[in-house]
């Protein structure tokens, strides 16, 4: 029981030496009784922050009537000027936008009839020059294509422009031959349209001084893309069933197909009709290799050429959006077109190709020719739309399931990309509108030809959809509705000017008196904390010396009856039994009751200290490589085994299971929880067991008792639980400190609910411990540096375990006397024994003499005293208290290394 005394004080020594001090020094200032003084605090604490929260209350009641008042006047009044001067500003917003988007939507569509008038002026051009010359379509070539071409993508806002005849199968071979006598015209259309573009660039830049550099870049740019490299013509593909002439031209002799939208190669006869490409307005370095490709067999012309020739209407098909693998394609386009300067603002956005038929006449029943085709960016159109305010959305949507936003402001149109992104809380201004059929009905002498064709409403259907959006409505906002409420706020201000004064005074003795009641709480609070701390830890000083006292009154009883016996004999021992009997019967029962309260009171206390410990962040964990086996299992197996038990306890884990954890926490949650299975079971066996689960560390305390009831399950691991069998009295705080203990330590506790024991009629319990560390092997210390890590580590287990191992060997020596049975002692050794405890040296002493009669035990009170002890005589055994109260701060818990080994 000494050794029980020592490792009792050995676990609370770090607590008690900045506790009790100061425990101390507050319970003599109070000058009263601790529990009185407990009391009195907590009960003043209440009525502090009892009058805090009236006080409170009562200012926040009399604050919430006053400003309910004001605020009522003053929202009534506020919000009918503020609304009327809001509704006012809507209303203006609504007008001015819908009169925009008016203007805008007539805008759009007068763009759209003027491209259309573009596209037929050239037509008639094609028309006339055919009348005039005679040749018949389609066997006509425009001249200068290149310079009219040009006139006609200004107008249209177009950076490329085809013509592109009609071919029947009939006229199939004779146009072949046709184009092959003819193909020269685009080589010289375009060294023409080079010349014009570079003449161009010049006189632009003696114009703009500032843009010399800049036009004069473009230029150069531009001859060097036009030279028929890769990047500067349309991607036409490599030559594969095709008729191509072999004089480095790249021309093809019959009409072709690019693969697009039938596969790749010339024509089949009897496929007609055709489109093939013959002039274009920019050429592009490709030249030759562009003619012929049929272009209503690609996707910018699919499915177009029916509805023309049925219609004999415009179409406009489909819109290209521009996608990474055609954009050199397209930039290389664009660099020879009217926008050559501005590449970047179209390289992205939609165009629409707009196909226009040329006919063979002027008269009722002309016949189509051919088609003009151009692509028309919606955002060009959309420029000739600009309006007077900004933030407009313009959302356009075609029979193709495309759908594009614009955002308009008063001098820009951006793009905002594929889909409809307007502001949905603006639906209800919408505007919109048919394009096809509204250019049909509002067609008029004023802004229509003669010749003029609408466009076809069946194919290519597209509609304008127009909103506001935010930025719109904040062009319209003004301050006025300010300007109404400020008037007033004016008022409301100077009445809260005085209610704060008020409540300025009011909120100063309301703090005043809750300062004071948070003030007594606290002290309250640090009262408590000291008290439970002083109890816990100064009470457990006596009641330990009781405990061991105790057992030394039992054990001289029990050497008093065996020496009574020895001296009369057994006959004369029965005698005087039989007259004292009852009396030494009572004074042994009398000695076991005092033992088992004592023992109740000790454990209840250490486990209150551990828990507040624990609820307080203030239990310190020591973690270091620990064999569970011979530091956790074998040591609790000395503690616990009794030879009279009708159960068999069981060691279950293989050898060198090494873990980081706190060896001293680890020890005790198992201990607790075997020491409630030797309350419960009668039969069958204990078991400690121990494996490797998913990497990581488990323990398992294992047991044939009665089990667990399933409805006191649930509240397992709470504080104050009744006792699981009614006729155990226990603290109710053992399981609860096991799991406070655990989650510090970072691992989980459970109960196995699948556990059976296999005993008939006693299910059992299993408590599972995941230390969640996985297991240390000694082998990967090898692989550390020179410094000799693992013979370190290895000291550190090997220590440990010597240390625990003796401190163990002690309370089994003291509460199991006639169990142990160690090999034989030396008869004399030399032992020191450092202990700043007056009381635990003597009881050390007195329970060595009673192991060890021999011994010769020296005391030492501090580390001073057993340093000189040290220097003057040698010593076999040296046990030393790690946390010693010393003046100097270097010898706090002195520890020695180099001592003389004894073999045992």
């Not at 107008?155 to 009939?170: C, E, I, Q, R, T």
Request: hydrophobic share 40%.
């Amino acid at each position: 029981m000494e050794a029980q005394l020592s490792n009792s004080m050995r676990n609370d020594q770090e607590m008690i030496l900045d506790t009790s001090k100061r425990s101390t020094s507050t319970l003599q200032r109070s000058k009263i009784e601790p529990t009185k003084s407990f009391k009195f605090l907590s009960s003043s604490a209440e009525e502090e922050a009892s009058l805090a929260h009236y006080e409170t209350r009562a200012v926040r009641c009399l604050r919430l009537v006053v400003l309910i008042v004001l605020v009522i006047a003053a929202t009534v009044v506020g919000v009918l000027a503020y609304d009327y001067a809001l509704e006012e500003e809507i209303k203006e917003f609504e007008r001015n936008f819908e009169a925009n988007a008016f203007k805008l939507v007539e805008s759009f569509h007068n763009a759209i009839d003027y491209r259309l008038g573009a596209f037929n002026s050239f037509a008639n051009a094609l028309t006339s020059y055919s009348i005039e010359t005679g040749n018949d379509f389609p066997f006509v070539t425009l001249p200068d294509f290149s310079i009219r071409g040009a006139d006609t993508r200004i107008l249209s806002g177009a950076h490329v422009f085809h013509w592109l005849p009609l071919v029947s199968d009939a006229d199939r071979e004779r146009w072949e031959e046709y184009a092959f006598e003819e193909r020269g015209q685009i080589d010289k259309e375009f060294q023409l349209d080079r010349q014009q573009r570079t003449q161009q660039d010049k006189d632009f830049a003696d114009v703009a001084a500032d843009g010399n550099v800049r036009f004069l870049q473009n230029n150069k740019q531009e001859e060097e893309d036009a030279d028929g490299s890769e990047e500067a013509t349309e991607e036409i593909p490599a030559p594969r069933n095709n008729t191509v002439v072999d004089d480095g031209s790249g021309y093809h002799m019959k009409i072709f197909s690019n693969g697009a939208l039938e596969p790749q190669g010339d024509q089949p006869n009897n496929t007609g009709p055709y489109l093939p490409i013959w002039q274009r307005s920019p050429v592009s370095g490709a030249k030759q290799r562009i003619l012929n490709l049929d272009f209503s067999r690609t996707n910018a012309l699919k499915g177009v050429l029916p509805i023309v020739q049925r219609s004999n209407e415009a179409v406009l098909n489909w819109a290209i959006v521009p996608i990474p693998s055609g954009r050199a394609q397209l930039e290389a386009s664009l660099k020879i077109s009217q926008f050559r300067n501005d590449v970047e603002a179209y390289l992205n956005d939609p165009a629409s190709f707009l196909t226009y038929p040329v006919f063979d006449g002027f008269t009722k029943n002309r016949t189509l020719a051919g088609v003009l085709v151009a692509p028309l960016y919606w955002s060009l159109i959309l420029q000739n739309s600009v309006t007077s305010v900004e933030g407009i959305f313009c959302v356009i949507e075609n029979s193709f399931n495309q759908t594009f936003t614009y955002q308009i402001d008063s001098a820009s149109v951006e793009f905002l990309g594929m889909d409809d992104l307007h502001d949905e809380s603006f639906d209800y201004l919408e505007l919109s509108a048919d394009v096809n059929r509204y250019l049909r009905r509002h067609a008029a002498p004023s802004s229509r030809a003669y010749t003029t064709v609408p466009l076809n409403e069946d194919f290519g259907q597209y509609k304008i959809r127009v909103y506001a959006s935010a930025v719109t409505k904040d062009a319209f906002t003004t301050n006025r509705p300010l300007v109404f409420l400020t008037v007033v706020l004016a008022a409301f201000l100077f009445t809260s000017i005085v209610f704060l004064l008020f409540v300025y005074v009011v909120e100063q003795r309301q703090q005043l008196v809750l300062q004071i009641a948070i003030d007594n709480a606290e002290k309250a609070a640090e009262t408590e904390r000291e008290l439970n701390e002083f109890l816990s830890h100064e009470v457990r000083n006596p009641l330990a010396a009781a405990m061991v006292s105790m057992q030394f009154v039992a054990s001289a009883a029990d050497d008093l009856a065996k020496e009574v016996e020895s001296k009369h004999g057994a006959p004369e021992f029965e005698r005087t039994l039989s007259k004292k009997g009852e009396t030494l019967k009572a004074l042994k029962e009398d000695i076991n009751i005092v033992d088992v309260c004592l023992t109740f009171i000790n454990d209840f206390l250490r486990s209150m200290l551990d828990m507040h410990r624990a609820n307080a962040d203030k239990l310190q964990l020591k973690a270091s490589p620990i064999d569970i086996k011979t530091c956790i299992f074998e040591p609790i197996n000395t503690m616990v085994r009794s030879r009279d038990a009708d159960y068999e306890f069981i060691v279950d884990c293989p050898d060198d299971l090494i873990v980081m954890t706190d060896s001293l926490r680890l020890k005790q949650i198992v201990l607790n929880l075997v020491r409630n299975s030797a309350k419960f079971i009668h039969h069958g066996f204990i078991r400690l067991r121990a494996d490797v689960r998913n990497g990581m560390v488990c323990l398992y305390v294992e047991d044939s008792g009665p089990g667990i009831p399933l409805e006191k399950r649930q509240a397992l691991f709470q504080k104050f639980q009744s006792s699981l069998d009614m006729l155990s009295q226990g603290t109710g705080v053992g399981l609860c400190l096991c799991k406070s203990l655990i989650d510090a330590m970072g691992g989980e506790i459970s109960l196995d609910d699948s556990f059976q024991s296999g005993v008939v009629g006693s299910p059992g319990v299993s408590f599972v411990i995941a230390l969640n560390q996985p297991q240390v092997r000694l082998e990967s210390f090898e692989k550390q540096d020179e410094k000799g890590t693992k013979d370190s580590v290895v000291y550190e287990i090997e220590t440990r375990q010597f240390e625990e191992a003796a401190s163990e060997a002690l309370i089994v020596a003291n509460e199991k006397p006639n169990e142990l049975a160690p090999t034989a002692l030396p008869e004399s050794l030399k032992v020191l024994f450092v202990d700043d405890d007056n009381m635990v040296r003597k009881l050390f002493a007195r329970a060595v003499k009673r192991v060890a009669p021999g011994w010769n035990v020296q005391e030492a009170a501090n580390g001073e005293t057993a340093l000189r002890l040290v220097e003057a005589d040698e010593f076999d055994l040296i046990f030393m208290d790690m946390y010693m109260a010393s003046v100097n701060k270097q010898l706090l818990g002195t520890v020695t290394h180099n001592f003389k080994t004894v073999q045992f």
